[in-house]
Structures are given as structure tokens and as C-alpha cells.
């Protein structure tokens, strides 16, 4: 009671909001510093990898939004991930970790720029505030604190 705070949108919710063509969704393993299998056309079916690969093997694989864009055309061809991580936050507090496609600092700001003006507008699609800010590194609390 008195929490100003605004409400942090659920990922699953706010992925799907996305539309449709916008992206595509990867699988992203961190201890493996692999993506798993090809990229999909939908984020449930991403979270259903996702949950089913950190369910048998207790890692934390991520569902990431995968840009097709023609300055990584050549990055995209071959499926790579950087293992490179930002911890995307929304109003101040932690999303979750987003690993941006890339393999020059340049590539890798346009993938990061790419993934929060996307979510700024699916948020306002879905009514909430443009509130989503990036920072680089690892997360450094769970999602929503
Ligand atoms: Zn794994």
C-alpha cells in the first residue's frame, strides 16, 4: 500500500504485444554462451523452449528479440550472440538481461537502441509508459527490484 511505483510489464505479456514482423526470438544460453536452436517467429513458442531448457539442465536461458537487420545481415546468416549482456530496466527497476546481437560497439548500441525503442512503443501499445532504459553489464538485482 503507497507504492507509488509504476507496475513492470510482464515479459511474456509484453513480447507478444510486439508486432507481428517487428522481430523475430532467440533462445540464448549464457552458460552454454550459445542460442539455442534457429530463431522463431513467436515469443511463446521461445518461452516454451526456454522453460522446457532451464527446466532439464537448471540454467537461466534468456528469450531475446532478434532484429533483422541489414547492417548484421552477415551476424544474423550465421546465428550468432555476442556474449555480450545489458540489463534492460524499466522505470529504474530490472527487466532482465538482453545479449545484443553484434560484433563491433557500433552493431551492438544499434541492437540495443533497436530493443528499447521496441519496447517503449509496445508499452505504450499496451498503455504503460515508455519507461525502458538500458545499461551495459549483467543484471544486478532480479526482475522487478
Ligand atoms: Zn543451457
Not at 523475430?24 to 516454451?48: D, N, R
Not at 522446457?52 to 528469450?63: C, E, I, K, S, Y
Not at 546468416?77 to 532482465?96: E, K
Amino acid at each position: 500500500m503507497g507504492n507509488m511505483s509504476i507496475s513492470m510489464p510482464d515479459m511474456e505479456q509484453l513480447f507478444s504485444a510486439i508486432p507481428a514482423g517487428t522481430v523475430q526470438w532467440i533462445v540464448y544460453c549464457p552458460e552454454e554462451k550459445a542460442q539455442l536452436g534457429e530463431a522463431m517467429g513467436s515469443s511463446e513458442q521461445a518461452f516454451t523452449v526456454q522453460k522446457r531448457h532451464n527446466q532439464l539442465t537448471g540454467h537461466t536461458a534468456t528469450v531475446n528479440p532478434y532484429f533483422d537487420n541489414p547492417a548484421l545481415e552477415g551476424l544474423n546468416d550465421s546465428g550468432q550472440v555476442q556474449n555480450v549482456v545489458f540489463c534492460i530496466l524499466y522505470d529504474g527497476r530490472t527487466f532482465g538481461p538482453y545479449f545484443p546481437l553484434g560484433s563491433t560497439s557500433e552493431e551492438i548500441e544499434m541492437s540495443v537502441a533497436n530493443i528499447i525503442r521496441t519496447y517503449n512503443e509496445t508499452a505504450v501499445l499496451m498503455g504503460l509508459p515508455p519507461l525502458f532504459t538500458a545499461i551495459a553489464g549483467a543484471c544486478r538485482t532480479p526482475p522487478g527490484q
